[in-house]
Nanobody
Framework: QAQLVESGGGLVQTGGSLRLSCAAS????????MLWYRQAPGKQRDVVAS???????KYVDSVKGRFTISRDSAKNTVYLQMNSLKPEDTAVYYC???????????????WGQGTQVTVSS
């Protein structure tokens, strides 16, 4: 039974916008940090943004000012609003739930299936 289900990926031109959604089971959503990762072809999977249960958000430098992560507790859903998209944002985007440890270390424990985002130049 899938616990994290992403949607919202697609093809967009440079400068365009997309909003990714990740629907989570209630038990996962209420207790975990939620994250978005991405993996481009031939590259490792890297974290893009994270949001704590209290709404504290962090971003990788390359998306600051362009991407916004948010969570809706009523819908058990986390979003990634992506604006001013660039070709280098092209990747498979994965939603994850993780546990935060001391030192701000977050270990993902559950993954979605991924959704493709393609930005054409």
């Amino acid at each position: 039974q899938a616990q994290l289900v992403e949607s919202g990926g697609g093809l967009v031109q440079t400068g365009g916008s997309l909003r990714l959604s990740c629907a989570a089971s209630g038990s996962i959503f209420s207790r975990n940090v939620m994250l978005w990762y991405r993996q481009a072809p031939g590259k490792q999977r890297d974290v893009v943004a994270s949001i704590t249960t209290l709404g504290g958000a962090k971003y990788v430098d390359s998306v600051k000012g362009r991407f916004t992560i948010s969570r809706d507790s009523a819908k058990n859903t986390v979003y990634l609003q992506m604006n001013s998209l660039k070709p280098e944002d092209t990747a498979v985007y994965y939603c994850a739930a993780g546990i935060q440890y001391a030192g701000s270390v977050i270990v993902p424990t559950s993954w979605g299936q991924g959704t493709q985002v393609t930005v054409s130049s």
